[in-house]
């Protein structure tokens, strides 16, 4: 496997984790169309464009610092917009994301701690598959 490769992996394993677990959050498939409505919810005053935003403009720490610190693991539209935020960092590019002191791997381990976190560990055996 190619370092590429890999990062196409993780991207693919993060966007099948977020399916799974929109799908467990809100009892039905995940679509892209969903992520309108998921944008009026709010993690510590910050909507998911807003962590977006700071996220393309390399204040990725920064916006995963106010998120984390604002999640509510219970709340399932927090745990929304956090899935949303780690499928948008995993199909950025490894030189951006290394450039802004980030990594694929990172954006990974983020997204298991989520799905820990929020009660769902299961999803994230779907990696040995």
């Known amino acids: ?12 394993i993060i966007k ?8 467990l959050l809100f009892g039905r498939r995940y679509s892209a ?20 935003d700071m996220a ?5 720490n920064e916006a995963e610092n106010i998120l984390l610190d604002g999640l509510d693991y219970g709340n399932k539209e927090n745990v929304a917009v956090a899935a949303l935020f780690y499928q948008h960092l995993s199909e950025m590019d490894e030189c951006f994301l290394s450039k802004n002191n980030y990594s694929k791997e990172e954006v990974l381990d983020g997204m ?5 976190e929020a009660g769902y560990p299961d999803i994230t055996n779907m990696e040995s598959l």
């Open 1 to 12: 496997m190619t370092i590429d490769d890999e990062k196409d992996y993780i991207m693919r």
């Open 33 to 52: 169309v969903e992520i309108e409505n998921v944008n009026k919810f709010e993690v510590e005053g910050k909507t998911l464009d807003d962590l977006l």
């Open 56 to 60: 393309d403009s390399g204040k990725i």
């Open 16 to 23: 099948e984790m977020v399916r799974m677990l929109f799908s």
């Open 112 to 116: 298991k701690n989520l799905v820990h």
